[in-house]
């Protein structure tokens, strides 16, 4: 299981969870868990099955989009970070 | 021509004669050549002489005219000076008192900082990193902040307390009593006044040395880029993604690092962009969320402690950046989590597909002056 931070904005949707237990290999499966766990996140992260352009995720701290995506492999010591923008000041 | 490891002494008077033929270095301190020197002097203190000397005075036949404060320095300098292969060395053997004394050219040098600024800034400028060239330049720099709110207020209190010599400010808002739990420039009986004349009020009480811009306007298409272009460093502290995204592509045209922070009830997050070294917003996020995913302070709420300590971190990579020192959060992003006291670090990417600042994008030139160009030579 990996544990992924569930941003402010998104912790309604899961409850107020800070952080949840996640299961799979890949972000992918991780994120497909998540969902099948709270499936009202699905539609505040995703768009049209791909990650929305302002949310991004983080494996361990590194931007999937700037390794590969999706399909980035994800071990159970791992950190996933959920962030999308936010523009409070 | 003496021998190698010989050299001449001359008095004071004698050496008036001289000096006009001679290279002269005086190896007194920098604290006592800022006091007031020989102004065809080259400055190399004592200890220097051995690893500086060569590159000052690359030919070893030069004339030389060596002196101190008395001649008892100069007179080691000159032993070493001669015995290193200078063949034409003389010593001035007398005090230099004198040779302002009998009319010898004397200079004072301006210095960097008033005797109020000494004092003022004087823990500051004990650090090795700052010193008086650092807060000189702290004084000469430009700091843009846009908002005076939650972050605003305390990245403007101690920029202004460190002397960033012009403090700009963008805000079109007034003083609200639901701001006073956190917008720390503000007070009570200032409810209903120009955000913009209160921080003026505040900051000027504060340091009066400090010049603060009021800029009573909302940062729009029309006024960006006169307002970016002015300053050297941009503190983002705007609470909408119109402003945010506005202020990216600008700062990214006139190559401005901006230092940006957010807040959202416990958490904050803040991050440098040094437009063309590390990435901008847009990289970061291309696109701006809807308004449910994104929802302000006065909607969602905001605990007043927070901006407080994202502000500061603003106010520290500002401080940095003026002066060139350290690192900065360029390419990383700090995530500041209050309710559980933890922070969390991820890194952040160039896209080379960004509309701002990706490969297509031409790298503009710097527009900068002072202090920016510090910021752009790191």
């Not at chain 2, 030389?64 to 320095?73: D, I, Q, T």
Request: some cysteine; overall charge negative; hydrophobic content about 40%.
């Amino acid at each position: 299981m990996s544990r992924v931070r569930i941003p402010p904005v998104l912790r309604e949707t899961v409850g107020g969870a800070r952080e949840l237990e996640a299961s799979g290999d890949t972000v992918l499966e991780v994120l497909d868990d998540l969902f099948a766990q709270h499936p009202a996140l699905r539609e505040r992260v995703t768009t049209e099955g791909k990650l929305s352009p302002f949310v991004n995720l983080y494996v361990n701290g590194r931007d999937v989009r700037y390794t590969t995506g999706l399909a980035t492999p994800v071990s159970p010591d791992d950190q996933v970070i959920l962030l999308p923008a936010m523009a409070g000041g | 021509m003496a021998e190698t490891g010989t050299f001449l002494e001359v008095s004071v008077a004698d050496a008036l004669k001289l000096g006009s033929e001679r290279r002269i270095i005086d190896v007194r301190e920098l604290v006592e050549w800022n006091e007031g020197h020989i102004p065809t002097a080259t400055l190399v203190p004592l200890a220097d002489i051995p690893t500086t000397i060569e590159t000052v005075v690359p030919d070893k036949t030069t004339p030389l005219l060596v002196h101190c404060a008395v001649g008892a320095r100069s007179r080691r300098a000159a032993l070493y000076l001669s015995q290193a292969g200078y063949t034409d060395v003389v010593n001035i053997q007398g005090r230099l008192a004198e040779w302002k004394a009998l009319g010898g050219a004397w200079e004072v040098p301006t210095p960097l900082l008033s005797d109020a600024e000494r004092r003022r800034y004087s823990r500051q400028v004990l650090i090795p990193e700052i010193g008086q060239e650092g807060q000189r330049r702290l004084l000469d720099s430009r700091v843009l902040l846009i908002g005076a709110g939650g972050l605003g207020s305390p990245a403007a209190l101690y920029l202004a307390a460190a002397g960033i010599g012009t403090l700009g400010i963008v805000d079109d808002d007034v003083v609200d009593e639901s701001n006073l739990q956190r917008q720390v420039l503000h007070t009570a009986d200032r409810v209903g006044m120009p955000k913009t004349e209160s921080a003026e009020m505040t900051l000027t009480a504060l340091n009066p040395d400090v010049r603060v811009v009021r800029h009573a306007e909302r940062l729009d298409a029309a006024n960006v880029d006169r307002l970016v272009a002015e300053y050297d460093v941009i503190v983002d502290g705007t609470d909408n993604f119109e402003t945010r995204y506005l202020l990216n592509d600008a700062s990214v045209t006139y190559r401005k690092p901006v230092v940006h922070g957010s807040i959202y009830r416990w958490d904050g997050q803040v991050t440098t962009f040094v437009p063309f070294e590390g990435p901008c917003y847009r990289c970061l996020y291309p696109t701006q969320p809807p308004e449910e995913l994104a929802p302000a302070c006065a909607v969602a709420g905001v605990l007043g402690v927070l901006p407080g300590i994202i502000g500061l971190l603003q106010a520290n990579e500002t401080v940095k950046l003026v002066l060139g020192v350290g690192e900065t959060l360029a390419g990383r992003m700090l995530l500041f989590d209050a309710l559980t006291t933890s922070f969390d670090e991820i890194r952040l990417w160039r896209d080379p597909a960004c509309p701002s600042c990706g490969k297509g994008v031409a790298q503009p030139q710097p527009v900068a002056a002072g202090a920016a160009q510090a910021v752009a030579a790191r």
